[in-house]
């Protein structure tokens, strides 16, 4: 019978969250013996002070929380090992970016639908029929701020992802953020040489662009920006291992 063979596995990463936590218990444990060991004004002010330090430690917790998550947080507690770069851009990037795609979908829509009610009198079912149009219409338009890409071909554990993209968005931002969604295998800066993106109702792969690419040109990244690639927003791509092409 073989015998169970013993992975190794790297030592866990230490993340603020713990550091805060072990430094919040020392604080509180000092202070409160040291509390028991004195008497008059200076134990009323360590009381007050093992009372008042966790509030304002929760306190800024939860201000970091709200406005800086990605601080709380080490690369390594996500399985791929981003890297702290791309950790805090995937953090930030797509989330405000889905945030002004919906902003501007819904101004688009009632730019569209407001103009005719003003200028319409209409009774109840034509109202109904307006704001159906206006659902559709800002829909519609915010299909049209993101790129679907399938991983059909790679394992069908992912379902297809929409990526928010707009006139700003960069090669390597959308590809690290594509890359998020695929399977464990798929090493990150493989772009070119593991995988690639193919458009297949337009009959196009488009091998000439990300971290390898850019590396072969002297650059340390693909910084160009994303539509000058060919593609665009609406676009319905598939995510293609290389040794299936």
Request: charged share 20%.
């Amino acid at each position: 019978m073989s015998q169970p063979v013993n992975v190794p596995r790297g030592p866990k990463a230490l993340n603020p969250l713990w550091i805060i936590s072990l430094f919040l218990m020392v604080s509180e444990a000092a202070a409160g013996t040291a509390a028991t060991q004195t008497q008059g004004w200076l134990q009323a002010v360590l009381v007050i002070f093992s009372v008042a330090f966790p509030v304002g430690v929760a306190s800024a917790f939860f201000a970091i929380l709200m406005q800086r998550p990605y601080v709380l947080y080490a690369p390594k507690d996500y399985s791929k090992n981003p890297s702290v770069r791309d950790f805090v851009n995937a953090l930030n990037t797509s989330r405000s970016r889905s945030v002004e795609n919906m902003e501007a979908s819904i101004r688009s829509a009632m730019e569209e639908v407001i103009p005719k009610m003003l200028d319409a009198k209409m009774g109840a079912l034509s109202r109904d029929v307006m704001v159906a149009e206006a659902i559709e219409s800002a829909r519609e338009d915010f299909r049209h701020r993101f790129i679907e890409i399938s991983y059909g071909q790679m394992t069908h554990d992912v379902a297809s992802v929409q990526i928010p993209v707009g006139e700003d968005t960069v090669v390597q931002e959308f590809l690290d953020e594509a890359w998020s969604f695929a399977p464990e295998w798929i090493p990150p800066y493989t772009y070119g040489d593991k995988w690639v993106l193919v458009d297949q109702e337009k009959g196009l792969s488009y091998r000439k662009m990300g971290a390898l690419w850019a590396r072969r040109r002297g650059k340390g990244s693909d910084d160009r920006l994303l539509y000058s690639t060919g593609i665009s927003a609406g676009d319905i791509l598939h995510a293609v291992p290389l040794s299936q092409l």
